[in-house]
């Protein structure tokens, strides 16, 4: 087991410098300018400006000293805002983070209950209806599920009950985010529901299952005891992957709602070219999501047995 986990800290490394190197590389092949915008900017004041961010200096050297302040934890000043990028992560983060954990636990949750109810009532309408909330899901994007969210429950229902039950934006009280966060995490529900169900079809047609029903114990118990620990490792598997969908998306949301989070900044500076907060955002999510995965790397290993076996066996 110890191999396993050595092995799985190394590509997350691995990954990790792989994704500094593309963000710095390909940050610096977009045409234009940083500091010249709309505004004509003396020469002498550019000069000074390249000087300040290093952009002056070769391309190798300009990298060397971008992994050295990475190490040392600093992404470097925002060419807009001239604030530290690590400072306007710590003020937005926690937005997007609240955001995406709400989405994703209400998506595992929900996607996984679907899937139960699915395979259980399979060609019943809890199937049908299960599998029709699924393709719309995988179907409509989180920023159109989130237009009609603010459409019809935030503005067609306070006009019939006059009642403001669900605000269009804003972050500052949970009624507010009940809907972007469904919205965010709509389609993720769809996708785990579907696996969910697929695997708890070939689970119950196993002849353990069939073993356990010649026995006499109660449907509930075979579901529950037998059927969904083993149908749930798929979900598993994929909550990395759905958790990187979810946070990525949320840049959308969060202009739709009008949420302060990271998405903000983010569009933000690839309208001005901020290197340094593309970079530091990019590797920030980067990081988080190559930690995410690890994780559940890591939970499948103590959850599956074969995984310890085929590591043992290497």
Do not use: C
């Not at 598997?237 to 302060?260: K, Q």
């Not at 970079?279 to 310890?308: C, E």
């Amino acid at each position: 087991m110890i191999k396993y986990i050595v092995k799985r800290l190394f590509y997350a490394i691995l990954t990790l410098l792989v994704l500094v190197a593309l963000t710095f590389f390909m940050m610096r092949l977009l045409p234009g300018d940083p500091f010249i915008g709309e505004k004509a900017i003396p020469e002498t004041t550019l000069k000074a400006l390249n000087e300040k961010y290093g952009l002056d200096k070769p391309m190798m050297t300009q990298f060397i000293m971008y992994l050295k302040n990475i190490f040392r934890g600093d992404f470097g000043i925002s060419m807009e805002s001239r604030r530290p990028v690590v400072d306007i992560i710590k003020q937005a983060f926690p937005y997007s983070f609240d955001l995406g954990i709400r989405s994703l636990i209400f998506a595992t949750i929900m996607g996984v209950f679907l899937g139960i109810v699915a395979a259980v009532k399979r060609g019943k309408i809890g199937d049908t209806l299960t599998m029709f909330i699924a393709i719309i899901g995988v179907s409509v994007p989180s920023f159109i599920v989130g237009a009609i969210l603010q459409y019809y429950l935030g503005l067609k229902l306070f006009q019939v009950t006059g009642f403001k039950m669900f605000p269009i934006t804003g972050w500052d009280s949970f009624s507010s985010k009940i809907l972007p966060a469904f919205a965010l995490s709509f389609g993720s529900l769809a996708t785990i529901s579907r696996l969910m169900r697929t695997s708890m079809l070939d689970v119950l047609g196993q002849d353990y299952i069939k073993t356990a029903k010649s026995k006499g114990l109660s449907q509930r118990k075979i579901i529950w005891k037998h059927a969904v620990r083993n149908a749930i490792m798929p979900v598993i598997t994929v909550i990395g992957p759905i958790a990187a969908s979810v946070l990525t998306g949320a840049f959308v949301v969060e202009n739709i709602f009008s949420i302060p989070g990271m998405g903000k900044f983010f569009v933000q500076s690839i309208q001005t070219q901020d290197y340094t907060m593309i970079s530091g955002i990019t590797l920030f999510y980067g990081t988080f999501l190559v930690l995410a995965n690890l994780i559940v790397d890591l939970a499948y290993g103590f959850i599956d047995p074969r995984v310890k076996l085929t590591d043992a066996k290497e």
